[in-house]
């Protein structure tokens, strides 16, 4: 079973930002389109960005637009989401998989918390 791990959580004030980071395998990163997803307690988890593996290629929900930023390294097999002017509405468990989500890729997800 394959898990992805996310890090780059933490406890931000209103307006703040943070960078998230997914190591990811390399056999699948070469070839699936990353997706960062986040999770708010009472809903259901979402796709928040995405981004193509061959032409990079990215979308975005639009609640994030403008505000963050995904991206990948193909050296490092890393897919980040650098995240901006971040809001309360923000704060919720972020994981990273491919998109479609692959169950068995689920890792534990990194904790994002904007205070007001």
């Known amino acids: 079973q394959v898990q992805l791990v996310e890090s780059g959580g933490g406890f931000v004030q209103a307006g703040g930002s943070l960078r998230l980071s997914c190591v990811v395998p390399r056999m699948i990163f070469s070839v699936a389109t990353m997706g960062w997803y986040r999770q708010v307690p009472g809903k259901q988890r979402e796709m928040v960005a995405s981004i193509h593996a061959g032409n990079g290629n990215t979308h975005y929900i639009d609640p994030v637009k403008g505000r963050f930023t995904i991206a990948r390294d193909n050296a490092e097999s890393t897919v980040f989401l650098q995240m901006t002017s971040l809001k309360p509405e923000d704060t919720g468990v972020y994981y990273c998989?491919?998109?479609?989500?692959?169950?068995?890729?689920w890792g534990q997800g990194t904790q994002v918390t904007v205070s007001s």
């Open positions: 998989n491919t998109r479609p989500p692959v169950v068995d890729y």
